[in-house]
């Protein structure tokens, strides 16, 4: 079974700070990660995928993620974090093996400080 | 990427009643999925829309209780029936372009569904 581990509920960062949101899975085949962002009252965004190659992916919005096969993590980075990108955060596992379907994180809160 | 819309944006609904949510893409998709988040939490997968056949539930959801249609490659309905104030959520269309390829699933804004 497809599991997706955020061990982090709620992080807090000033504006100008780095970021780093963990995002740990289980998959029984190569997997396809997704990071969304949810803001208050919307949908879900996509921030950026993984499907194969290169193991660090450029997202928008200033984010990129790295795939770790040996750790089996997708975690989520950015330099310098705006207060606009206050919002909650999905990381997500899925893939044709898997009938496409998605298996969501129980998504991190993240607050941005001025 | 597909526009999602998906109607009613939100309601508040009377327990014991039904209501049906639709989800209209701008382009022709190979996958239509439904989930919900319940206040608070993550998404959980209800079903998957085939279309011009059933669609395929996920363990803990039922066709009686979420009756969902999909009549052609761009529209989708979910019916969420006989509403207890538990079915209090939001539920999210998504659609993924092609099987099997490289691309993503793209979610609607969501239905925001409170039952009194």
């Known amino acids: 079974a497809q599991s997706v581990t955020q061990p982090d509920i709620h992080i807090t960062v000033s504006e100008g700070a780095s970021l780093e949101l963990r995002c740990n899975y289980s998959y029984g085949a190569t997997p396809y990660l997704f990071w969304y962002v949810q803001s208050p009252g919307q949908g879900l965004q996509l921030l950026l995928k993984y499907f194969s190659g290169d193991t660090l992916v450029q997202g928008i919005k200033g984010f990129e993620a790295e795939f770790k096969r040996s750790q089996s993590s997708f975690n989520l980075r950015k330099p310098s974090v705006h207060w606009s990108d206050a919002a909650e955060y999905f990381c997500a596992v899925g893939g044709p093996g898997g009938g496409n379907k998605l298996t969501f994180g129980t998504g991190t809160q993240l607050k941005v400080e001025l | 990427s597909a526009v999602i819309s998906q109607k009613p944006s939100r309601d508040i609904c009377q327990r014991g009643t039904s209501l049906t949510i639709q989800c209209q893409v701008d382009?022709?998709?190979?996958?239509m999925f439904w989930y919900r988040q319940q206040p608070g939490q993550s998404l959980t997968l209800i079903a998957t829309?085939?279309?011009?056949?059933?669609?395929?539930?996920e363990s803990g959801f039922v066709i009686d209780k979420f009756p969902i249609s999909r009549p052609n490659l761009t529209f989708s309905t979910l019916t969420v029936s006989n509403m207890s104030p538990e079915d209090s959520s939001i539920y999210l269309c998504?659609?993924?372009?092609?099987?099997?390829?490289?691309?993503?699933?793209?979610f609607g804004d969501g239905t925001r569904l409170s039952i009194l």
């Open positions: 829309a085939n279309q011009g056949s059933e669609a395929t539930y």
């Open positions: 998504s659609v993924l372009k092609d099987r099997g390829s490289n691309q993503p699933q793209h």
């Open positions: 382009s022709q998709v190979t996958m």
